[in-house]
T-cell receptor, first 117, second 107 residues
Framework: DTGVSQNPRHKITKRGQNVTFRCDPI?????LYWYRQTLGQGPEFLTY????????KSRLLSDRFSAERPKGSFSTLEIQRTEQGDSAMYLC???????????????FGPGTRLTVL | DAKTTQPNSMESNEEEPVHLPCNHS???????IHWYRQLPSQGPEYVIH???SNVNNRMASLAIAEDRKSSTLILHRATLRDAAVYYC????????FGAGTRLTVKP
């Protein structure tokens, strides 16, 4: 399978704990995106990487959230001191960023569903 | 970011065409119009995109108004597998999703 993969698929944690999610993009894609989606809403943009550089962060991304993409390949999203309001689906997507008719097409992973008790 | 307006929900009968509208009256000259859909329990997937001209691909057609203030995603023959939330997004790069249109396909 050469699509975007995310681990774990489900995470249940207690309020106040730290959690970390991993995203493996399509191998030749240099752009990687994180989104958060709550029930009945569309995905909300959180942050974006081009290779290892984090180029944009949403105001939604509080200080408790941090994302890394250390070698320009996989990425991690960490949430510190989780709150019940952090319960959501966390989606990762990647795109090639190369010129062409589908230059901005994003390929999404299946998501990690976080439940904070 | 330019905003889009879509109906919350639409229904269609199987094997009939579906026209999903999107209004984007504040679109800028450089915004591309993208459509994605999200099947139940999956991440969104690309459907089609365009700038000014109508576009066709194996999944759908995109009809763009001459003034670009609205567009319509056309599914030529809806199947049960097309039941999903359809998102219309204006972007030159980063994507901001709205709530989309939930399409129900009846057998």
């Amino acid at each position: 399978d050469t699509g975007v993969s995310q681990n774990p698929r489900h995470k249940i944690t207690k309020r106040g704990q730290n959690v970390t999610f991993r995203c493996d993009p399509i191998s030749e894609h240099n752009r990687l995106y994180w989104y958060r989606q709550t029930l009945g809403q569309g995905p909300e943009f959180l942050t974006y990487f081009q290779n290892e550089a984090q180029l944009e962060k949403s105001r939604l991304l509080s200080d408790r959230f941090s994302a890394e993409r250390p070698k320009g390949s996989f990425s991690t999203l960490e949430i510190q001191r989780t709150e019940q309001g952090d319960s959501a689906m966390y989606l990762c997507a990647s795109s090639s960023g190369l010129a062409g008719p589908r230059w901005n097409e994003q390929f999404f992973g299946p998501g990690t569903r976080l439940t904070v008790l | 970011d330019a905003k889009t307006t879509q109906p919350n929900s639409m229904e269609s009968n199987e094997e009939e065409p579906v026209h999903l509208p999107c209004n984007h009256s504040t679109i800028s000259g450089t915004d591309y119009i993208h459509w994605y859909r999200q099947l139940p329990s999956q991440g969104p997937e690309y459907v089609i995109h365009g700038l000014t001209s109508n576009v066709n691909n194996r999944m759908a057609s995109l009809a763009i108004a001459e003034d670009r203030k609205s567009s319509t995603l056309i599914l030529h023959r809806a199947t049960l597998r097309d039941a999903a939330v359809y998102y219309c997004i204006l972007t030159l790069g980063l994507m901001r999703f709205g709530a989309g249109t939930r399409l129900t396909v009846k057998p």
